[in-house]
């Protein structure tokens, strides 16, 4: 997987400061992490990607129930399978229930004129 994504640092947790070493990438952040700990590590996780990162996780040693800033997560791209008005709610939690989605089903409020 690393090598589909072109990876070409490994930073091993247990050795180094992963989110300090997102300064290293002048900011940019990192295109992908597999994370194994879970609760612990997410919210740096998701500090230290870039905006079209993927984050991979494989386990939950640290927890599986985390709190998290979401200002983080709208700093990010994120996959939507389809945009619906929210007067459509209703529609979009249907195609949300029958699963046959991929990705995000964001509801959103249009702006006045906008169609």
Not at 19 to 39: F, H, P, Q, S, Y
Not at 70 to 97: D, I, N, V, W
């Amino acid at each position: 997987m690393i090598k589909k994504k072109k990876g070409n640092v490994c930073i091993n947790y247990k050795t180094e400061d992963f989110v300090a070493w997102v300064e290293e990438t002048g900011g940019k952040g990192v295109d992908v992490i597999l994370d194994n700990i879970g609760r612990a590590y997410f919210e740096g996780d998701i500090d230290s990607l870039n905006v079209d990162g993927t984050l991979f996780i494989i386990g939950f040693q640290g927890g599986t129930v985390a709190e998290v800033n979401l200002s983080g997560l709208l700093a990010r791209c994120l996959t939507a399978y389809k945009y619906f008005p929210l007067t459509e709610a209703a529609e979009a939690h249907q195609l949300m229930e029958s699963s046959k989605h991929v990705g995000k089903i964001p509801c959103i409020q249009l702006c006045y004129g906008y169609e």
